[in-house]
């Protein structure tokens, strides 16, 4: 219930078995066929900038001194009836036509005039291409099938 | 950064703009007055000659920013959105005591991250003028006087000798000129004008002295005969 409003620096306290996702057969080693990404602690450890842990966690720590502020300012229904606002938006309907973003969420939070790089590239710059965005068609169809389940 | 408990002085983040400044604010008879110098630097370049460093966070309470400009106008900030929902939430101007506190814990959750030395004063009905220093550290300390920066060790003696409770203001302006002027002449990151504010509860009065109305301690001007 700390009051920060600079995002922690990321520093892992500790890095082992338990934090790596591994093959059934070699559990303490990073499976990069399976799931991708860094190939070794020490290049997800060190070596990393300042700036990066920064970037990262700025708009959840910037929310989360909002929230501690309203709660300290007119008590704990606040934040916590906007945490379940926020939650009930993210079951909402997200468009294909709109690359499956969560539409009422962000109008919610104030975003939806925003537009940023994980709006273009949702997984990310290094997925670029492989993200495949299914027609219109198909998604009709699963509402379709939703709606006729009784 | 070293790892004793002595706190890093010169903790600035690299290419940050540094406020190594003189600030004070003491209570008078009727109210607080508070003065500052006005010279931000980057490294040995002087970016701003005339900074204003008294920020109103809040109709009636002020602050004084050293250290990180950055992180002291965030703070600021921060500040001063808080109080306006304090306001809106108790239907009354929040007191210095409650700015003040929340000032000292934001500094403390974040000492890790910040370099900002405060002094938030003010006026409010409950309880009058009132002077809170909030160090580096974001520890909270009332006081009578406060001084802060990095000249404002140079001034220790001066203050300690001259400072009287209950001046009245123009002896209150008198002081405070005084005493930053001579923190100006010895440290090479104060300098510029002094610029005051003033807060008595009926008004808030700035004040602005350069050139020949800042004291000269030992270099005055021989006096015309």
């Excluded at chain 1, 539409?103 to 537009?115: F, N, S």
């Excluded at chain 2, 921060?78 to 929340?102: C, F, K, S, W």
Aim: glycine residues 12%; charged residues 20%; aromatic residues 8%.
């Amino acid at each position: 219930m700390s009051f920060r409003i600079v995002p922690d620096s990321g520093f892992a306290d500790s890095v082992g078995r338990g934090t790596v996702t591994g093959a059934p057969s070699a559990v303490g080693v990073h499976d990069t066929l399976r799931h991708g990404g860094v190939l070794s602690h020490a290049s997800e450890h060190n070596d990393r900038h300042p700036l990066e842990a920064r970037l990262a966690g700025w708009d959840r720590t910037r929310d989360e001194m909002q929230m501690e502020a309203m709660r300290r300012v007119y008590g704990l229904g606040e934040p916590v009836r906007r945490g379940m606002e926020l939650h009930v938006a993210k079951l909402g309907w997200t468009p294909s036509v709109m690359g499956n973003a969560p539409v009422g969420l962000e109008v919610l939070k104030g975003t939806d005039t925003q537009l940023s790089v994980d709006d273009v590239y949702p997984g990310g710059v290094a997925s670029m291409g492989r993200n495949k965005v299914g027609g219109f068609h198909d998604e009709m169809e699963r509402g379709l099938a939703r709606a006729r389940q009784f | 950064m070293d790892h004793s408990l002595g706190i890093d002085w010169k903790a600035l983040k690299k290419g940050e703009v540094s406020m190594g400044t003189t600030i004070a604010a003491v209570k008078y008879d009727g109210g607080v007055l508070l003065a500052a110098d006005s010279r931000t630097t980057t490294g040995a370049y002087i970016a701003n000659r005339v900074t204003d460093k008294l920020t109103q966070i809040y109709d009636n309470i002020w602050c004084c920013r050293s250290g990180s400009a950055a992180d002291t106008q965030a703070v600021a900030d921060i500040l001063h959105y808080y109080l306006q929902m304090y306001e809106a939430q108790n239907g009354a101007p929040p007191t210095v005591r409650v700015a003040a506190n929340l000032a000292a814990e934001m500094c403390y959750s974040n000492k890790d991250n910040l370099s900002a030395g405060l002094i938030v004063a003010g006026w409010d009905a409950k309880s009058g003028g009132e002077v809170y220093s909030i160090p580096l550290g974001g520890s909270i300390h009332k006081q009578d006087i406060a001084i802060g920066g990095s000249g404002s060790t140079y001034i220790y003696g001066y203050v300690d000798t001259n400072f009287r409770k209950d001046m009245t203001r123009e002896e209150a302006i008198d002081f405070l000129k005084h005493a930053i002027a001579l923190a100006m002449e010895r440290d090479g990151s104060s300098g510029g004008v002094i610029r005051m504010a003033a807060i008595d509860g009926k008004s808030i009065d700035r004040y602005f002295f350069a050139d020949a109305d800042i004291p000269a301690a030992w270099n005055a001007p021989a006096s015309a005969t």
